[in-house]
């Protein structure tokens, strides 16, 4: 008998990724194509949805050429959470770039929607701190600045989502979200899980101009990939990037979490069906599916990835970022550097949005390797914080790290977190995590377990990695005096 698969489409920051995925959620091909990061004179940073239209369009045809007579019987969708999108609802055609998620040109409008009477529930009723980083705002300023934008507004022929709503109407012509997307946008109410009237009044968006959300795993339409399928098939389920993880690394009960190793990186909690809010860290929908809604709990590292590149790019410390594990073994053991990763600022836990990055406890020991391994640590240190913020607003937190992405090959890292947050570490067995993660969403199984053979045990003591962790905070306070 010939197994069905699941076309799953991530569409991420980098670029577009179309994934054959097996019943068991195991990888049977994959297709990618990097797009441009358009960025400007002023540092913001847009995609063109035309330029991914066309990418997907010719990922899709290599896909369904390397299915060959394996049937595709469903389509799942995977995206980069807060980029934000417009396209007229008449044509279905895009009305300027998307602005991307790392995008801070809203951050004045951001400010002067803080001294609105709105502003002071914002956190309450999204979960999130009023921020340019989400879509609320970005959509807010593409009504003041772009033209386009403007006059579709003027005769409501406005769509405004995100990726995930973007790649519905174009497959399938429908207008539809779902609750781990539209949560991100800061204008969802969390206990409803609908738009919020308070929210949208703020931001000045019309709820009509947003797409409709259901569930998770619900019905969003059909779809013959442009015409590359002899009949249609479903979309079966739609996930923002980390959610979708969330699910693969299989952290489905309450209290297990996962960190997203990427260009920054997410440490995600499931919290089941409590709703817990902290100033300190996001709060979000992980999914809703068949009506149930689980929360989860969110911190973001700004720079992990980045920080490699910015070691290889930059400083020219190294030529292949796979080199950092070996020489970060090989660094002087009683070297003391440290890497504040402060490239804009430093964001929860540590709320210092003007601090600069440095270099600290520098000796004259200090050469190449320690730099490096002061990178890596970085990383660790500021994901590690976030794991202990979790362990104190959610009381039952699962011991085991879920691990995602591709610097989970990185065993310094590896290990090195283990060591900081006293817990083992838990690698995923397949890298394509947010594409399976939707796939397996819409197909209702259970996530991928982790091998024992590939897990990392802690090896400093507690008392060890307290004072590493107490040195870490103390420099980053003494740097923001």
């Given amino acids: 008998m010939t197994l069905a698969l699941t076309l799953a489409i991530d569409q991420s920051t980098q670029g577009t990724k179309v994934l054959l995925v097996n019943p068991d959620g195991s990888l049977a091909d994959k297709v990618t194509q990097p797009h441009r990061q358009i960025i400007s004179a002023q540092g913001w940073i847009s995609h063109d949805l035309n330029e991914i239209t066309t990418n997907l369009k010719a990922l899709l045809q ?6 060959g007579s394996q049937p595709i019987s469903g389509v799942a969708i995977s995206n980069q959470r807060e980029t934000a999108a417009a396209w007229a609802k008449d044509t279905g055609q895009p009305l300027t770039n ?5 995008d801070n040109r809203s951050t004045a409008l951001t400010a002067q929607l803080a001294k609105q009477p709105g502003s002071a529930q914002v956190q ?12 609320g705002a970005k959509f807010a300023w593409l009504l003041r600045h772009d033209q386009a934008v403007q006059t579709a507004a003027a005769t409501d022929n406005l769509c405004f989502g ?27 109410n969390l206990r ?30 059909i779809t013959d990939l442009f015409g590359l399928l ?21 952290c489905l009960t309450p209290g297990r979490f996962k960190v997203t190793f990427g260009t920054g990186s997410s440490v995600m909690l499931n919290t089941g069906e409590e709703l817990i809010q902290t100033p300190l860290l996001n709060t979000s929908i992980a999914w809703r599916r068949n009506g149930r809604t689980t929360y989860a709990l969110e911190g973001n590292v700004n720079y992990s990835g980045a920080i490699i590149s910015w070691l290889q790019n930059n ?19 009683d070297d003391t550097t440290l890497l504040i990763p402060a490239f804009s600022g430093l964001a929860v836990p540590y709320s210092h949005p003007t601090l600069k990055a440095a270099l600290v406890g520098m000796t004259m020991l200090t050469g190449r390797n320690e730099i490096i391994r002061a990178g890596l640590d970085a990383v660790d240190y500021q994901i590690t914080d976030i794991i202990k913020l979790l362990q104190t607003n959610f009381a039952d937190l699962i011991p085991g790290i879920h691990v995602d992405g591709g610097m989970i090959k990185n065993g310094y890292l590896m290990q090195r977190l283990s060591d900081l947050a006293q817990q083992p570490v838990l690698p995923s067995p397949i890298e394509e995590l947010s594409g399976v993660g939707a796939a397996l969403n819409g197909l209702g199984n259970q ?35």
């Fill in 315 to 333: 400083l020219q410390l190294i030529a292949d970022p796979a080199a950092t594990s070996a020489m970060a073994q090989a660094a002087q053991p």
């Fill in 230 to 250: 002899p009949e249609a098939v479903p979309i079966i389920s739609v996930l923002g990037d980390s959610q979708a993880a969330l699910f693969a690394e299989n």
């Fill in 192 to 221: 409803t899980g609908q738009w919020d009237e308070t929210m949208c009044a703020l931001f000045g968006i019309k709820a009509q101009w947003l797409p409709t959300i259901i569930d998770s795993n619900g019905q969003f339409g």
């Fill in 98 to 102: 998307a602005i991307v998620w790392q």
């Fill in 124 to 135: 309450a009723i999204t979960g999130l701190g009023l921020s340019p980083y989400f879509s």
């Fill in 62 to 67: 290599k896909a369904v050429q390397h299915a």
């Fill in 447 to 481: 996530g991928i377990q982790s091998t024992a053979d590939s897990n990392y045990q802690p090896q400093l003591s507690a008392d060890q990695a307290t004072a590493q962790l107490a040195y870490w905070t103390d420099q980053i306070t003494q740097l923001a005096k």
């Fill in 162 to 188: 995100t990726i995930d709503a973007w790649l519905v109407a174009l497959l399938s012509g429908n207008f539809l979200t779902e609750p781990s997307n539209a949560c991100r946008t800061q204008l969802m």
